[in-house]
């Protein structure tokens, strides 16, 4: 009576192990059929002209951009690594890529050209939860995706005011674009939407430049005055000084005292 359960047990352990490395064959056979990049997953393209990749790279623990994907890759998920920054042309070789999701890593600077070549085709950037404090102009300048910005410990300045507007941000990711720091620095904390409607940062910037430049011309102003009544007042002594030293001459004694007594006389 105990074989059959036995068997039956193990059969049952056996049919698991068989199917759990079969999954594996395919998944393994998947990966070196398709050239895909290493940790990444590739749908197979769809036929048809315009048809292109699926590229998923999510909790591959990537420190960087592949650069080995297939070209014809249009969508591209590389949330959650740790790419820490985007070089100059890192989608250079993906002439198709319209949505580009770099979420849940840990970016902290987008370097100029970084977004290059994708300024026709990307309709979808998600930089959403990542270190960005700023915004490099010469990164997503010419870019006319929608982007999420949400997320990121922005500084909201002047710079960020001027560069942010030359993107389309997804409607819904707004709320979560936070000016951590500031300058003027009251505005830490405001969701950048709100800023960006009511204060204009550059103007704020020039006003407090405009304070300073008239600070220091009253200081200037009032050193002049100063070395003005100083000089006034030297050459007042240096006057009365030489006044005296004429009077003490015997020549001018006599006139002075004529004069003198003239004076009495009027
Ligand atoms: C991808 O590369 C192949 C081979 O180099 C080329 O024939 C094909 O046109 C490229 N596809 C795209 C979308 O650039
Ligand atoms: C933007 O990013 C945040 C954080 O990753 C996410 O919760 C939100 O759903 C995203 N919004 C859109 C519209 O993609």
Redesign the pocket.
């Known amino acids: 009576m105990l074989l059959p359960v036995w068997l039956l047990r193990h059969s049952v352990a056996l049919c698991l192990l068989l199917l759990h490395s079969s999954v594996l064959n395919t998944f393994c056979f998947h990966h070196s059929s398709t050239s895909c990049s290493k940790g990444c997953y590739c749908s197979e393209a769809p036929g048809g002209a315009g048809g292109g990749r699926t590229v998923r790279c999510s909790h591959a623990r990537l420190g960087e951009v592949p650069r080995d994907l297939p070209n014809d890759t249009q969508r591209l998920y590389l949330?959650f690594n740790h790419i820490a920054s985007v070089p100059a042309n890192a989608f250079e070789g993906l002439p198709l890529l319209a949505e580009l999701d770099l979420?849940?890593n840990a970016i902290a600077k987008l370097e100029s050209g970084a977004f290059r070549g994708l300024e026709e085709r990307l309709q979808?950037l998600?930089l959403?939860?990542n270190r960005l404090m700023s915004l490099n102009r010469e990164a997503v300048g010419s870019l006319r995706s929608?982007a999420?910005?949400?997320?990121n410990p922005w500084h909201c300045d002047c710079e960020l005011q001027h560069v942010v507007p030359s993107l389309e941000l997804?409607?819904?990711?707004l709320a979560?674009m936070v000016c951590e720091t500031a300058v003027p620095e009251e505005h830490a904390g405001t969701p950048f939407l709100l800023l960006a409607h009511d204060v204009d940062l550059c103007n704020v910037a020039r006003r407090t430049t405009d304070v300073a430049m008239l600070v220091t011309m009253f200081g200037w102003f009032a050193m002049v005055i100063a070395y003005l009544v100083h000089y006034v007042r030297q050459n007042q002594d240096d006057a009365r000084r030489h006044m005296e030293y004429l009077k003490s001459l015997p020549g001018l004694q006599r006139k002075s005292e004529e004069s003198f007594s003239i004076s009495t006389v009027v």
Do not use: C, F, I, W
């Open positions: 949330d979420s849940h979808r998600d959403s939860t929608r999420n910005l949400s997320h997804e409607p819904a990711s979560g």
